[in-house]
Nanobody, 123 residues
Framework: QVQLVESGGGLVQAGGSLRLSCVFSGGSFINYAMAWFRQAPGKEREFVAVINYHDATWYGDSVRGRFTISRDNDRNPASLQMNSLKPEDTANYYC?????????????????WGQGTQVTVSS
């Protein structure tokens, strides 16, 4: 059974940085695209970034240029480097794995989800 476990969330001041990691177990990591979504209180879950097994990446409009997604197929984790953080980046961040193809922004295209890690950015 595939499991995803996120880590790296926390409290940071605006302008600061955090790095999130997602550990994948119970399957072949290399077969999946890895994505990050986030959900703020009272809001719908939002696409943040995705990286496929050829290392091609796509980003949500609100994070492009500030966040970087990466993966290491030898060492497993899918990471999200978040720079120039803003208070509006405050959310619970979820790692997801799937084979979404062109529909990478759609939650239902992902088969597996982590429990989430909280990121809070203070102003």
């Amino acid at each position: 059974q595939v499991q995803l476990v996120e880590s790296g969330g926390g409290l940071v001041q605006a302008g600061g940085s955090l790095r999130l990691s997602c550990v994948f177990s119970g399957g072949s990591f290399i077969n999946y695209a890895m994505a990050w979504f986030r959900q703020a209180p009272g809001k719908e879950r939002e696409f943040v970034a995705v990286i496929n097994y050829h290392d091609a990446t796509w980003y949500g409009d609100s994070v492009r240029g500030r966040f970087t997604i990466s993966r290491d197929n030898d060492r497993n984790p899918a990471s999200l480097q978040m720079n120039s953080l803003k208070p509006e980046d405050t959310a619970n961040y979820y790692c997801a794995a799937g084979q979404p193809g062109s529909w990478y922004r759609m939650q239902h295209e992902y088969n597996y989800w982590g429990q989430g890690t909280q990121v809070t950015v203070s102003s």
